[in-house]
């Protein structure tokens, strides 16, 4: 079957770096994205990777290994509005999204 | 920004009857889809669009159905709403591409009582 794992909920501190981890078995594979759902509102679009490397985009990036069904989001110089939660999805071979349960990610000051 | 829009935002209903949750954009996009998300859950896809006159059925299609006549508008019908369809529905579009990334409106959240 399709799946994804992420961690449930994480905490980290202000200005501080967190790595939120996902793992994928999906029917064919088109790429893995990231969203990011603020409490009460819609998912909206972080990042994209389908080829295996980092993709780095401010104070987010994004990493693929395609041969270990592995992804991680990481976010550096932490913000109290980066309390989200973050969501994992991978595309299969019929471009469906297979959506993650999403990472809840507390930020203490 | 993204410009897709779902009405009404906020829905309490009694059991049997038949509502439409409307969901609409101007961006032009071929590509529309509706969502089902618990609070921490995942999104389930109820139905989506590849374009005008095309609809295909999600993981929880059985007991909704959808119409793609124009390009921006994409409502879903429940027939008969039950307690069991409370939740948050959500609609998004993307553009034509296969891999493109999909822009969400700000959701309805159901209840049925």
């Known amino acids: 079957g399709q799946n994804i794992d992420q961690p449930t909920e994480m905490t980290a501190t202000e200005g501080a770096i967190v790595q939120i981890n996902c793992t994928y078995q999906?029917?064919?594979?088109?790429?893995l994205f990231w969203y990011q759902q603020h409490a009460g509102e819609a998912p909206t679009f972080l990042s994209y990777?389908?080829l295996d490397g980092l993709e780095e985009k401010g104070r987010f990036s994004s990493f693929l290994s395609r041969s270990k069904g592995y992804s991680y989001l990481l976010l550096k110089e932490l913000q109290m509005k980066d309390s989200a939660s973050y969501l994992c999805?991978?595309?299969?071979?019929?471009?469906?999204?297979?959506w993650g349960a999403g990472t809840k990610l507390i930020i203490k000051p | 920004e993204a410009d897709i829009y779902q009405t009404p935002r906020y829905l309490v209903i009694g059991t049997g009857k038949k509502i439409t949750l409307e969901c609409s954009q101007t961006?032009?996009?071929?590509?529309m889809y509706w969502y089902q998300q618990d609070p921490g859950m995942e999104l389930h896809l109820i139905h989506y669009?590849?374009?005008?006159?095309?609809?295909e059925k999600g993981d929880l299609s059985s007991e909704s159905t959808v119409s793609r006549i124009r390009t921006e508008h994409f409502p879903l019908t429940l027939e008969s709403a039950r307690p069991s369809h409370t939740s948050q529905y959500l609609c998004?579009?993307?553009?034509?591409?296969?891999?493109?990334?999909?822009?969400f409106g700000p959701g309805t959240r159901l209840t049925v009582t």
């Open positions: 999906t029917s064919g594979f088109n790429g």
């Open positions: 669009s590849y374009g005008v006159n095309s609809t």
């Open positions: 990777n389908v």
């Open positions: 961006m032009g996009h071929d590509k």
């Open positions: 999805a991978a595309m299969d071979s019929n471009y469906q999204l297979i």
């Open positions: 998004a579009s993307s553009e034509g591409r296969e891999a493109d990334q999909q822009y």
